[in-house]
């Protein structure tokens, strides 16, 4: 069994700061990419971030330059700081692992987190 638990979700101002973290634990063997993303309501589910297990980042247009994803391969851990935030960031995000649950078998799965609310107020 593999779990992902995401926290950190809340209701800032706008303008304001929030970080979020996301521990995978169970049965894991390697983790290849790290991501969070988010859903609006009425709107698809978009990716904000994503980093490799070397540590290289990708991020939407709408968050470069305010969001920053970064993570402990030690601790199987993913977070996201959010600065600069804006009512338009307000979702549900949810965290996301690449794992490959045992050296025995290549296979790779896509695991998720139950999701955290972000409010951002004007």
């Known amino acids: 069994q593999v779990q992902l638990v995401d926290s950190g979700g809340g209701l800032v101002q706008a303008g304001g700061s929030l970080g979020l973290s996301c521990a995978a634990s169970g049965s894991i063997f390697s983790i290849d990419a790290m991501s969070w993303y988010r859903q609006a309501p009425g709107k698809q589910r978009e990716l904000v971030a994503s980093?490799?297990?070397?540590?290289?980042?990708n991020y939407a247009d709408s968050v470069k330059g305010r969001f920053t994803i970064s993570r402990d391969n030690a601790k199987n851990t993913v977070y996201l700081q959010m600065n600069s935030l804006k009512p338009e960031d307000t979702a549900v995000y949810y965290c996301?692992?690449?794992?490959?649950?045992?050296?025995?078998?290549?296979?790779?799965?896509?695991?998720w987190g139950q999701g955290t609310q972000v409010t951002v107020s004007s």
């Open positions: 996301n692992a690449v794992i490959q649950r045992d050296r025995w078998s290549p296979y790779k799965y896509h695991y």
């Open positions: 980093i490799t297990s070397g540590g290289t980042t």
